[in-house]
């Protein structure tokens, strides 16, 4: 059944999708729809799942579901990949590469794939302070509160260790 995202518990469960183009007002209206239909009729061996989902800065879609309430099954997830992949399909959108570095600047994001990190730190394209998100965080609690995080806090410190 589908709750207000802001209804799920810190302790609900997230998986968060990102695009490296920014989704057209077709697009997100599209997606929100799709994802409303979907959460509203989720279920796990019969019973319904608590989820939600957000749509963050055009580019992230944040799927999440309360375990408090009952917990997704290997089935049920596999379902919420399939619907993620028919987005993809349907409206010509990449939501799984996992080789993208994305960093807030100013109101917009900006992407960097993975191999021109080098590259864009040498260049001060990507400093240290840099706002970036980490899109493997697993609760919403760690969403909340960890989710945007300076670069030089986040696995791409390596990298701010060689230009020193």
Request: glycine content about 4%; some cysteine; overall charge negative.
């Given at each position: 059944?589908?709750?207000?995202?802001?209804?799920?518990?810190?302790?609900?469960?997230?998986?968060?999708?990102?695009?490296?183009?920014?989704?057209?007002?077709?697009?997100?209206?599209?997606?929100?729809?799709?994802l409303t239909h979907f959460t509203d009729t989720w279920q796990a061996h019969g019973?319904?799942?608590?989820?939600?989902?957000?749509?963050?800065?055009?580019?992230?879609?944040?799927?999440?579901?309360?375990?408090?309430?009952?917990?997704?099954?290997?089935?049920?997830?596999?379902?919420?990949?399939?619907?993620?992949?028919?987005?993809?399909?349907?409206?010509?959108?990449?939501?799984?590469?996992?080789?993208?570095?994305?960093?807030?600047?100013?109101?917009?994001?900006?992407?960097?794939?993975?191999?021109?990190?080098?590259?864009?730190?040498?260049?001060?394209?990507?400093?240290?302070?840099?706002?970036?998100?980490?899109?493997?965080?697993?609760?919403?609690?760690?969403?909340?509160?960890?989710?945007?995080?300076?670069?030089?806090?986040?696995?791409?410190?390596?990298?701010?260790?060689?230009?020193?």
């Amino acid at each position: 059944m589908y709750i207000p995202f802001n209804q799920l518990s810190a302790s609900s469960k997230v998986w968060i999708y990102a695009s490296k183009t920014p989704f057209s007002e077709n697009q997100q209206s599209g997606i929100s729809e799709i994802l409303t239909h979907f959460t509203d009729t989720w279920q796990a061996h019969g019973v319904e799942l608590k989820a939600s989902f957000e749509i963050k800065h055009n580019h992230f879609i944040i799927i999440g579901v309360d375990e408090q309430h009952h917990a997704p099954s290997g089935c049920s997830i596999d379902k919420s990949v399939q619907v993620i992949k028919n987005i993809e399909s349907q409206f010509n959108i990449n939501l799984m590469d996992r080789m993208v570095v994305y960093a807030l600047e100013g109101d917009s994001i900006k992407t960097l794939s993975i191999n021109n990190v080098p590259n864009a730190v040498q260049n001060g394209d990507l400093k240290a302070e840099s706002q970036v998100f980490d899109n493997t965080v697993t609760s919403i609690e760690k969403y909340k509160k960890e989710w945007m995080k300076q670069a030089q806090n986040t696995w791409l410190h390596r990298y701010f260790i060689l230009v020193k």
